[in-house]
């Protein structure tokens, strides 16, 4: 950009060199912004995922699968939608996000109720986690 600044302080017109440079800048900012927006979406991902298989309980379970992977598919498909530009596919992203962003939590929602209704309790109070030995006298 201070190529083009530059050019129009001196009254001079740009060259095509000079718009080369600049797109091919721009170009390294979105996919900056593509690999910023994919990773970290991966990385909420596999914490949701490492939240299912650590918590102690459905609920817990459920709270940080449906928290997590709601967001990491969001930062995902904006990743994506950044990728392609803006063209008839990145709109369907886009609708496609719109629509995960509404139902993921009410799915997560009324799975939570579902369970709620039909007999199973959260875990009340402080979660004390099997020793060992107490997984072998189970077996």
């Not at 459920?62 to 969001?74: C, F, I, R, S, Y």
């Amino acid at each position: 950009m201070s190529l083009l600044l530059a050019a129009a302080e001196t009254g001079q017109s740009a060259s095509p060199d000079m718009w080369a440079s600049v797109l091919h800048g721009l170009s390294i900012l979105r996919n900056i912004a593509v690999i910023i927006c994919l990773a970290s979406g991966l990385f909420f991902v596999l914490a949701g995922t490492f939240g299912v298989l650590r918590l102690p309980d459905f609920f817990t379970r459920l709270h940080a699968a449906g928290m997590t992977d709601t967001l990491g598919a969001e930062l995902i498909m904006l990743g994506l939608i950044i990728q392609d530009g803006f063209t008839l596919l990145s709109l369907k992203l886009l609708l496609v996000s719109f629509f995960l962003l509404m139902t993921s939590p009410t799915a997560t929602h009324a799975v939570a109720n579902a369970a709620y209704q039909a007999g199973l309790k959260p875990l009340i109070g402080r979660y004390k986690a099997p020793s060992p030995t107490d997984i072998k006298e189970e077996a």
